[in-house]
């Protein structure tokens, strides 16, 4: 078994941030990032919403970036994937899927979360080239473009309004005709003259040859489908927070598999912090993330210094 002070588990910005002020604090630490060490942050080409960069920087440099500065001042990485969480209150006893075991007096979860998308077999494809699944962080690329949206939640209607301040045409595709979105949010799309409703309706297939060209639709009523002209299409219905390990732990989860996280990070377990989009509701955005890691690396940190 190996011990040491902090072990954070997630290697993107949440997890990282916390690892550096952690490591600052004279906090032994050690980053389990997994295979694929680094988020959802390696799938993104251009990002331009992190403050400090004035040129557009790739989610891999980011990443590489942060990873180097990391082991820089003192984090050990590791590719240990964490599969199990047990302890009420410090020390924690964390297990790996090799059997591999660590002892932590603290732990931050910072494993984020996973787009979900559509299951269309183009998306791969497409992904980065017109599909997105963040309109906040893609939606500058298709200034001047028609895109179209998927979704009824308040995620989905926030984005459609958002775009259409930079799009001639906005298209909200919606497989019912009622929506989990606030109302007041809902009267404002209907309001916005250049949203269309495109309800009853589900994306049946992206259409383009190296980007996105279009959207085929099916009404899932009349099974009529129809071709919209696009030049992006955004998917909101949804993350998938990784925190599937936290099932048997003690460790409080929301129905939808958040973690249960006060506003400094700490969780419903003495000792265990989140940050990141594994418990983040609204926003997911790096910056966001990366401020949430620090926070939860300067409360590990005082939580450890008290217990030694």
């Given at each position: 078994m190996i011990?040491?002070?902090?072990?954070?588990?997630?290697?993107?910005?949440?997890?990282?941030?916390?690892?550096?002020?952690?490591?600052?604090?004279?906090?032994?630490?050690?980053?389990?990032?997994?295979?694929?060490?680094?988020?959802?942050?390696?799938?993104?080409?251009?990002?331009?919403?992190?403050?400090?960069?004035?040129?557009?920087?790739?989610?891999?440099?980011?990443?590489?970036?942060?990873?180097?500065?990391?082991?820089?001042?003192?984090?050990?990485?590791?590719?240990?994937?964490?599969?199990?969480?047990?302890?009420?209150?410090t020390p924690f006893i964390l297990t790996c899927a090799d059997g591999k075991q660590y002892k932590a007096a603290a732990v931050v979860v910072a494993t984020g979360a996973k787009a979900r998308w559509l299951g269309l077999?183009?998306?791969?494809?497409?992904?980065?080239?017109?599909?997105?699944?963040?309109?906040?962080?893609?939606?500058?690329?298709?200034?001047?473009?028609?895109?179209?949206?998927?979704?009824?939640?308040?995620?989905?209607?926030?984005?459609?309004?958002?775009?259409?301040?930079?799009?001639?045409?906005?298209?909200?595709?919606?497989?019912?005709?009622?929506?989990?979105?606030?109302?007041?949010?809902?009267?404002?799309?209907?309001?916005?003259?250049?949203?269309?409703?495109?309800?009853?309706?589900?994306?049946?297939e992206i259409i383009g040859t190296d980007a996105v060209e279009g959207v085929r639709v099916k009404n899932v009523k009349t099974g009529v489908t129809t071709d919209i002209a696009c030049s992006g299409l955004f998917v909101a219905v949804g993350a998938v927070p990784q925190t599937e390990f936290l099932k048997d732990s003690l460790v409080a989860l929301s129905d939808s598999g958040l973690v249960l996280a006060d506003e400094r990070t700490h969780t419903t377990v003495e000792g265990v912090f989140a940050a990141g989009d594994c418990a983040d509701k609204y926003y997911r955005q790096a910056i966001i993330a990366a401020g949430t890691g620090a926070k939860a690396g300067i409360e590990a940190a005082a939580f450890i210094n008290l217990h030694r």
């Amino acid at each position: 078994m190996i011990e040491t002070d902090l072990v954070v588990i997630g290697a993107g910005p949440a997890g990282c941030s916390a690892a550096i002020y952690a490591v600052r604090a004279g906090i032994k630490t050690v980053i389990a990032g997994g295979a694929v060490p680094g988020g959802q942050l390696l799938q993104t080409s251009d990002i331009e919403n992190y403050a400090g960069f004035v040129d557009p920087v790739g989610g891999f440099e980011m990443m590489d970036n942060m990873h180097k500065q990391c082991k820089r001042l003192g984090v050990e990485f590791t590719a240990d994937e964490i599969v199990k969480l047990e302890g009420e209150k410090t020390p924690f006893i964390l297990t790996c899927a090799d059997g591999k075991q660590y002892k932590a007096a603290a732990v931050v979860v910072a494993t984020g979360a996973k787009a979900r998308w559509l299951g269309l077999p183009e998306e791969e494809k497409f992904k980065g080239h017109g599909l997105s699944a963040c309109a906040t962080c893609d939606g500058f690329f298709m200034r001047g473009k028609t895109v179209c949206i998927v979704g009824g939640g308040n995620t989905a209607f926030e984005d459609a309004l958002f775009l259409a301040q930079f799009c001639p045409q906005v298209y909200l595709i919606h497989r019912r005709d009622a929506f989990r979105a606030d109302q007041v949010t809902v009267e404002k799309v209907k309001n916005t003259p250049n949203i269309q409703l495109v309800l009853n309706s589900v994306p049946v297939e992206i259409i383009g040859t190296d980007a996105v060209e279009g959207v085929r639709v099916k009404n899932v009523k009349t099974g009529v489908t129809t071709d919209i002209a696009c030049s992006g299409l955004f998917v909101a219905v949804g993350a998938v927070p990784q925190t599937e390990f936290l099932k048997d732990s003690l460790v409080a989860l929301s129905d939808s598999g958040l973690v249960l996280a006060d506003e400094r990070t700490h969780t419903t377990v003495e000792g265990v912090f989140a940050a990141g989009d594994c418990a983040d509701k609204y926003y997911r955005q790096a910056i966001i993330a990366a401020g949430t890691g620090a926070k939860a690396g300067i409360e590990a940190a005082a939580f450890i210094n008290l217990h030694r």
